[in-house]
């Protein structure tokens, strides 16, 4: 089990927008720990979409985009295309376990 | 541009030591602004993050409590790279094996490695 949540799923139409959460505790997201975002394709090594809660990298369409509050965070996701469809993940760090941590994921299906 | 090149055995008994290698091209693993990390990955513990060196001044390295005590991290500065040992290996650890840059103990990881999957098996 994860110590940040996820939900398992989540789809949208392509052209609408969709937003994944991420649920964290006071030991980690509350603590005011960054929150980052990466995008997983199938059968490759994830990739950063977004650090330090809401800044893009470079290359990475101003369609994703991250926010944070609180105990939790969010990656929103406008115009939706097919090529969107993929697992992404939540990433922050615990001071109770001393140690990078991640969301158990979200498969974003492109319907 | 920051390359990350992964090499090692996909196949290891129960009870052996996993050892993978990080090759690093474009940056240094003695950089004293970056750390070099494993990740990994399975459909039972999701994605999963093992530990890491940095230098700042000296060496350091820090382990995930999951796995402390049976991991070791190195670095190789002559040939730049890092490498990961799991001693004592159960089908548990069978993953999908990553390795990564990050910056801070609480940042994120801006390059990874392709990945290695490894079977513990007999």
């Known amino acids: 089990q994860s110590v940040l949540t996820q939900p398992p799923s989540v789809s949208g139409a392509p052209g609408q927008r969709v937003t994944i959460s991420c649920t964290g505790t006071?030991?980690?997201?509350?603590?005011?720990?960054?929150v980052h975002w990466y995008q997983q394709l199938p059968g490759t090594a994830p990739k950063l979409l977004i650090y330090?809660?809401?800044i893009r990298p470079s290359g990475v369409p101003d369609r994703f985009s991250g926010s944070k509050s609180g105990t939790s965070a969010s990656l929103a996701i406008t115009g939706l295309q097919a090529e969107d469809e993929a697992d992404y993940y939540c990433q922050s760090y615990d001071s109770r376990l001393s140690g990078s941590i991640f969301g158990g994921g979200t498969k974003l299906t492109v319907l | 541009q920051v390359q990350l090149q992964q090499s090692g055995p996909g196949l290891v008994k129960p009870s052996q030591t996993l050892s993978l290698t990080c090759a690093i091209s474009g940056d240094s693993v003695s950089s004293n602004n970056a750390a070099w990390n494993w990740i990994r990955q399975s459909p039972s513990r999701g994605l999963e993050w093992l530990g890491r060196t940095y230098y700042r001044s000296k060496w350091y390295e820090d382990y995930a409590a999951s796995v402390k005590g049976r991991i070791i991290i190195n670095p190789a500065t002559s040939k730049n790279q890092f490498s990961l040992q799991l001693k004592s290996a159960t089908p548990e650890d069978t993953a999908v094996y990553y390795c990564?840059?990050?910056?801070?103990?609480?940042?994120?990881?801006?390059?990874w490695g392709q990945g290695s999957l490894v079977t513990v098996s007999s």
């Open positions: 006071r030991s980690n997201i509350g603590a005011g720990y960054d």
């Open positions: 330090a809660n809401n």
């Open positions: 990564a840059r990050g910056r801070t103990a609480a940042g994120s990881f801006d390059y």
